[in-house]
């Protein structure tokens, strides 16, 4: 209940539990126009095409491809959903852990920022948190956040990536159901010797019709959300790559780039050759040349 109030109080949570509302209304009235023992009227014009095409998929066209389509439908709503529940700002990097990092940071808790990094599912949190641990060294730490941007971005692309695969297969699967109906229109052409009646055609070409319908009626709505949620997966990970550069950042002050100098060595005291930090070399004391002897 929690995570449908959640979902509820979301601009796009509205939109998808109107759309599912209207598709469960549409889909109980179809049945119950199909149900046996009720008298059947005549298609008239303000019949809806929708009602028809479930009611004849309820009635007569209950075959592999329908049940594959069927499934395939159950399957792109729930990542539909799951998408939109999940793409949000305030669960992909909500604004109280940003904030919570931003103190333990202006506060100096390392340890405390590493730990809960690691802990939280945020983002944010998955970028920063192999960076903290390349510390001290900043050209490693930089390197490592964008490592684990681009791994977090790429992630979050492909678990939207199934809804583009669907909606590419619900006009083959369709094309598919199309073909199968217009053999069995012309096999019972051929039955007839050619001179079957309209009746005997209109099954297999309902058939056809209806196969499209579905597979459109499959794509339109995945093909629409992935382009949606890919706009907002682009928008949220842009934003989130800025804060994780924020935050770096702000822990860069905090690097060590010189090593303490060693007692009684100065500034332009000799270092070893090629290594630096290294102690100053010690030279041997020069050997006074003897005096010449008096003449």
Do not use: W
């Not at 049940?67 to 109280?96: C, D």
């Amino acid at each position: 209940m929690r995570l449908i109030g959640q979902f509820a109080r979301s601009r796009f949570g509205v939109v998808l539990l109107t759309a599912l509302l209207a598709v469960a209304f549409f889909t109980a009235t179809s049945y119950a126009q199909a149900a046996p023992g009720t008298p059947e009227t005549p298609a008239t014009p303000q019949s809806s095409a929708i009602m028809v095409t479930l009611r004849l998929v309820a009635q007569h066209i209950i075959d592999p491809i329908t049940i594959t389509i069927a499934l395939l439908s159950i399957f792109g709503l729930t990542l539909i959903i799951y998408g939109f529940i999940k793409n949000r700002e305030s669960v992909f990097m909500p604004e109280a852990t940003t904030q919570q990092m931003r103190e333990l940071i202006q506060q100096k808790k390392f340890k405390e920022l590493i730990e809960f990094t690691e802990n939280d599912p945020s983002f944010v949190a998955k970028a920063l948190n192999p960076a903290l641990k390349r510390a001290p060294s900043f050209s490693s730490m930089k390197e490592a956040m964008e490592t684990s941007l681009g791994e977090q971005t790429a992630e979050t692309f492909r678990s939207i990536e199934y809804l583009n695969i669907i909606g590419n297969l619900g006009p083959l699967l369709g094309l598919l159901g199309t073909v199968m109906g217009m053999v069995q229109a012309f096999d019972m052409m051929n039955q007839a010797n050619g001179s079957a009646s309209p009746k005997d055609l209109a099954g297999g070409i309902s058939t056809a019709l209806t196969h499209t319908f579905l597979g459109l009626f499959l794509a339109v709505p995945c093909l629409a959300a992935f382009g949606v949620l890919r706009t907002i997966i682009d928008r949220l990970t842009v934003r989130g790559s800025l804060v994780c550069e924020e935050l770096l950042l702000m822990v860069k002050p905090q690097e060590r780039s010189t090593a303490p100098a060693a007692p009684g060595r100065g500034p332009g005291a000799p270092q070893h050759p090629g290594v630096p930090g290294m102690p100053p070399v010690r030279r041997a004391p020069a050997v006074p040349a003897p005096a010449p002897a008096p003449m």
